[in-house]
């Protein structure tokens, strides 16, 4: 974040963030629910979000240079602590904060690429921080000194990688730890700054283990292990006392357990099954599966566990009820990269992403997903609303274009075969009659509806070498320019089908957008230069720094025609006065790089997306307070 800051001259007004739509469900035990009973954390990229449940107001916690990959709070709740990785050769951060000014408390730095779990003790003496499999080590931290007490070796050089890590409930000296073929629970001796451990015998069972609950009393801890069963060892003579269920195991694994104070265990499978056991055998008392087949990742009891909140792999959080064991879903987010943002014309109140798997619609104000277009295993590149909003035209990397209802979802009509390298861009005609693509060889294909179901091509214009990344319609469909890797912009007739005018520059180009009054086309890409160009001649009129690392990625001009939005590899929001050329406001919040991004067409927020699946919402500057 440090180097991101000076980047950016600090006397420049920041952007507004209003909300952010995202959650990174891969990391285990990422959704936390905080002691006082009414925030949830979870981290997004590499920003930690405190989320009040009920008002849904959010707090970033920014800090780490890379996606945060655990997240632990301290049990009186005023402190939490995250960890991440990084490139391989660096040293990992973990980050302790303080929750109630939620400023950093300290940054601790000693594992190696990556931190894989960290867990508090009862009285927030100490951190435990376990590296990853690069590094391998425990780490005991002083929490008020900021300093280390010691360290070890997780495990045995015979075992494999340590994943997980949790305190006894009474004692700050006692902690235990699970992995790959190693349990142990280990001392704390603070005189002589060691910690000792003492490894649990198993027999011949052979287990991993993902995840440890420890029981109130300090007698037992639970272990969730790939293999579908939970095991119950004995914390003080580290013998295993029992292990189940012997019969139907966990699919794809026990991936998170909760303890209720009642004695019974909530468990979370890899095939989204969430399941109530008690007693010796682990009996399942109740069990209920959620909808979108997907792993169970975390499982936060809110309070004594009356509710609990549960995470899942594909980023979507659901509220469970314990005495009935129903659940609603609360979020969904994207799991992977949002390659598009559009808005429908002339709506603000609406706006449509795309990524692998599907295309999905959301309310503005709610963040609330309403509907999904879902195409397995395939991933969209680009997306637009056609002008009468009647269909969603959509640009898939299979070379179809795909024609979806935007009231349900369901599949209108697809054009087969649009691309031989897939589908790049994709844009309508203002009387909603043809559809103009752009594919990874370089053509950029003009195809008219001739029906509801129906298509024909109507022409291929062959001229670019690289693959198309952008095409913009102008107002009156008699031409449109299309982007390119090759380093041009070509401006087409489209009564004509030939080029009109070809602009040149010595970057691959990412996006281009015409100006509202369309005498003038503004192209960015990876040289990380602005172009302004003129649209009757293609000469150069301007050309501004838009960034001093990374290509710009996504850019899109106000409706008045006097803002420019960009955003691109180096995290950042700029506005631009597009008269003057120089940045009126930054926005700080992405944590991997923008894709894309939309000024709504009524001027009040900004959205933008980024490849590690966040949607962010901002407030357009100059816009009133209550305009969101």
């Not at 709740?77 to 939620?102: E, P």
């Not at 287990?207 to 292990?225: L, N, Q, W």
């Not at 303890?259 to 008690?278: C, N, Q, R, S």
């Not at 009647?390 to 299979?398: G, M, T």
Request: net charge neutral.
């Amino acid at each position: 974040m440090t180097e991101q800051r000076e980047e950016v001259n600090e006397d420049i007004p920041r952007l507004e963030l209003l909300s952010t739509i995202g959650f990174n469900g891969k990391v285990l035990a990422g959704l936390k629910v905080h002691p006082d009973k009414e925030n949830v954390i979870y981290p997004l990229g590499n920003t930690v979000i405190v989320e009040n449940i009920n008002s849904h107001k959010q707090v970033f916690l920014q800090g780490h240079t890379d996606d945060v990959s655990c997240l632990t709070v301290s049990k009186s709740g005023r402190f939490l602590a995250s960890g991440q990785v990084t490139h391989m050769g660096f040293k990992a951060d973990v980050i302790i904060w303080n929750y109630q000014t939620k400023e950093m408390h300290c940054r601790l730095t000693l594992h190696k690429v990556k931190v894989q779990s960290l867990t508090f003790s009862p009285n927030d003496k100490f951190l435990v921080s376990l590296g990853g499999q690069d590094d391998g080590s425990v780490v005991v931290w002083d929490v008020q000194k900021k300093e280390a007490v010691c360290g070890a070796p997780a495990a045995v050089m015979s075992a494999g990688t340590t994943f997980c890590v949790a305190f006894v409930n009474n004692s700050d000296f006692k902690f235990v730890t699970g992995g790959d073929r190693t349990i142990r629970v280990w001392e704390l001796d603070l005189p002589n700054r060691k910690i000792r451990p003492a490894d649990c015998s198993m027999g011949q069972l052979k287990r991993i283990v993902k995840c440890i609950e420890v029981s109130e009393d300090d007698k037992f801890f639970f272990c969730g292990t790939t293999s579908g069963d939970i095991l119950q060892i004995n914390v003080d003579n580290q013998l295993l006392r029992h292990y189940g269920p012997e019969k139907n195991k966990y699919i794809l694994g026990v991936t998170a357990l909760a303890l209720v104070k009642t004695g019974e265990i909530v468990v979370g499978a890899g095939d989204g099954t969430v399941a109530l056991i008690k007693g010796e055998k682990f009996k399942k008392v109740r069990s209920a599966k959620v909808d979108n087949p997907s792993g169970i990742t975390s499982i936060a009891l809110r309070g004594h566990g009356h509710q609990f909140f549960v995470g899942t792999d594909t980023s979507h959080t659901y509220r469970f009820n314990f005495a009935e064991f129903t659940y609603e879903m609360i979020t969904t987010g994207h799991d992977f990269p949002v390659n598009d943002v559009v808005f429908p014309f002339g709506t603000s109140e609406l706006f449509a992403t795309c990524s692998k798997n599907d295309i999905r619609v959301w309310n503005a104000k709610t963040n609330k997903e309403l509907l999904r277009c879902s195409v397995p295993n395939m991933t969209c590149h680009a997306l637009e609303f056609m002008m009468d909003g009647k269909s969603i035209i959509s640009a898939w990397n299979d070379g179809m274009i795909r024609v979806f209802y935007p009231e349900s979802g369901k599949l209108m009509h697809q054009i087969k075969d649009a691309h031989n390298k897939g589908v790049t861009a994709i844009a309508s005609t203002s009387d909603c009659r043809r559809i103009i693509s752009g594919g990874g060889e370089g053509q950029v294909r003009v195809w008219e509806l001739t029906g509801a179901k129906t298509s024909k091509l109507v022409e291929a214009m062959k001229e670019h070498k690289g693959s198309v990344s952008c095409i913009k319609v102008r107002k009156n469909d008699e031409e449109c320019i299309s982007a390119s890797s090759d380093g041009t912009c070509i401006i087409w007739d489209l009564r004509r089908f030939v080029r009109n005018q070809v602009i040149f520059a010595n970057t691959l180009f990412k996006c281009v957008v015409y100006h509202p009054k369309e005498f003038q086309v503004i192209t960015s890409g990876t040289d990380r230069k602005i172009g302004y160009w003129d649209s009757f001649d293609a000469s150069q009129i301007r050309e501004l720094d838009g960034s001093r690392s990374g290509s710009i990625n996504g850019m899109d001009i106000a409706p008045d025609g006097l803002t420019l939005v960009t955003g691109g590899d180096d995290k950042l929001i700029k506005v631009w006065d597009y008269n003057n050329g120089e940045v009126t406001h930054v926005g700080f919040g992405h944590s991997s790089s923008i894709n894309r991004l939309r000024i709504c067409p009524n001027m009040k927020i900004i959205i933008s997306v980024s490849a590690d699946g966040a949607i962010l919402r901002w407030r357009f500057p100059g816009c009133a307070q209550n305009g969101h």
